[in-house]
């Protein structure tokens, strides 16, 4: 059974960085594409950027530029680096395991003065 478990969220003012983490477990995670999605309150889960095994990478527009998925296989762990956060950027973080379909619980990122 595949498992996602998230962290590094946390509360940060505009301009400020945070770095999320996934850890997977129960899958070949070196073969998976793997992605960071987000949901903000009344609103509809968003893909926020995507890395494949061989560490392509898709971002939304809304985050070009701002942040970077990485992986590392060796740790079974993907990295979501996020810099110059704004309050649009507030959500609920989510990792997700493409080949496998799975989903971590997520973490909340708050960006507030």
């Known amino acids: 059974q595949v498992q996602l478990v998230e962290s590094g969220g946390g509360l940060v003012q505009p301009g400020g960085s945070l770095r999320l983490s996934c850890a997977a477990s129960?899958?070949?995670?070196?073969?998976?594409?793997m992605g960071w999605y987000r949901q903000a309150p009344e609103k509809q889960r968003e893909l926020v950027a995507t890395?494949?095994?061989?560490?392509?990478?898709i971002y939304a527009d809304s985050v070009e530029g701002r942040f970077t998925i990485s992986r590392d296989n060796a740790k079974n762990t993907v990295y979501l680096q996020m810099n110059g956060l704004q309050p649009e950027d507030t959500a609920v973080y989510y990792c997700?395991?493409?080949?496998?379909?799975?989903w971590g619980q997520g973490t909340q990122v708050a960006v507030s003065s």
């Open positions: 997700r395991d493409f080949m496998n379909n799975a």
């Open positions: 129960g899958s070949i995670f070196s073969a998976s594409t």
């Open positions: 890395i494949t095994r061989t560490s392509s990478t």
